[in-house]
């Protein structure tokens, strides 16, 4: 059969005006939609940058019902219900948004990550760990497990703890050596107070494993050993504790007199505090000192000499403690020094409004500018 052209002449004209309607009907529903669905989210927008969240809320709210498939309509909305608080509605939000089945794998983690963290604000910290626990493997995984690290020390999870830091760690996030080495402690701690002695002990050798220069197993180890009775084992632990954290040491200088008097190691005890002393003065050193030679502190010459040179309250409360016919000229004005240093942190006004602190009175706070909210008196004097 031939083809007759004529068709052809009349056919293209039709369906050129059929594509033309269609593109027409199609281009208006798009600037329809376009021009509604932005319109709400910008108003919204404009009233959450003019501090008016209530109403940029409901602008949202209605954004999100002229077109439920927008994603980022919903995290917008998500987010600013977490901020005021609103943990139920900002986890409805979320788990919307996970429902959804036509949801990008990008956009279903950071949901899922967006609910951790609403769970996490809320205090629902069994469901926060959880969530933060989907998300390993994904992007958010770093961020996921550094939250679960936060969430099991707030819990006290020593030993959950260990394990998340212990596996950061592996990953290339950073050093968790100290960290885990107070975990570790920790565990320690709750076996000696359970009687589980052999569960300290390991817990404690992990931790001078992983960290064996930090301060706190060391000592731990010093004083476990010292309430066990094995005192020379426990000196042993002191002078390593003394040679590697010395300011860690004098801190606790009168544990470690108080194990060389069990052990009949006064002297020894006495000329290592001695040199370390000379190193380094300070307030607990002398006491040690003074406790070891049966003396008190404000009767050492070597107190004097630190008031001079490091003016503290606590070496003048010693100074105080002792007859002021026995002190020398300088003393006075060294104890005076120390009261000063002392002082001077407390000798400013704070604003009642917002605790802004400065030296002198202002009518107006500079900080919140309130008129009349700095209280005459200074910080001491309240």
């Not at 390991?202 to 301060?215: D, F, K």
Request: charged letters at 25%; proline letters at 5%; one cysteine or more.
């Amino acid at each position: 059969m031939d083809f007759d052209w004529q068709w052809l002449l009349v056919g293209l004209p039709v369906a050129f005006a059929l594509g033309w309607v269609a593109s027409r009907l199609d281009l208006r529903q798009w600037k329809r939609t376009d021009r509604e669905a932005p319109k709400a989210y910008f108003k919204g927008l404009n009233l959450l940058l003019n501090e008016q969240p209530d109403k940029a809320i409901d602008a949202f709210i209605e954004a999100v019902q002229a077109d439920p498939d927008t994603s980022e309509l919903h995290f917008a909305l998500g987010n600013l219900f977490r901020r005021r608080g609103e943990f139920e509605r900002a986890v409805r939000v979320h788990q919307h948004l996970l429902q959804r089945a036509d949801l990008a794998a990008a956009e279903r983690e950071r949901a899922q990550h967006a609910l951790a963290q609403d769970f996490m604000k809320a205090g629902l910290f069994d469901r926060a760990e959880e969530a933060f626990r989907a998300l390993e493997g994904t992007p958010f995984d770093t961020e996921a497990r550094l939250a679960r690290l936060g969430l099991y020390e707030r819990s006290r999870d020593w030993q959950g703890a260990s394990e998340v830091a212990a596996q950061l760690e592996k990953s290339g996030t950073g050093s968790f050596a100290t960290r885990i080495a107070h975990y570790q402690c920790e565990l320690a701690i709750e076996a000696d107070d359970r009687g589980d002695t052999a569960a300290a002990d390991t817990a404690l050798a992990r931790a001078l494993e992983v960290a064996p220069h930090a301060a706190r197993p060391l000592l731990l180890r010093a004083q476990r050993l010292a309430r066990l009775g094995a005192f020379d084992a426990a000196l042993a632990a002191w002078a390593e504790l003394r040679q590697r954290a010395p300011e860690s040491f004098a801190r606790v200088a009168h544990e470690f007199v108080a194990c060389a008097q069990a052990a009949g190691q006064v002297e020894a005890a006495d000329q290592a505090l001695v040199q370390l002393y000379e190193r380094m003065p300070c307030i607990d050193l002398l006491r040690a000192l003074a406790t070891l030679e049966g003396t008190t502190p404000g009767a050492s010459p070597r107190l004097l000499e630190l008031l001079r040179s490091q003016p503290s309250l606590s070496a003048a409360i010693e100074l105080l403690d002792t007859p002021r016919a026995t002190w020398p000229e300088f003393a006075r004005q060294s104890v005076r020094d120390a009261v000063a240093r002392a002082a001077r942190p407390l000798q400013r006004y704070r604003c009642a409004a917002c605790g802004f602190e400065a030296q002198r009175h202002f009518w107006q706070c500079p900080g919140c500018l309130s008129w009349d909210s700095f209280p005459p008196q200074r910080i001491d004097e309240l």
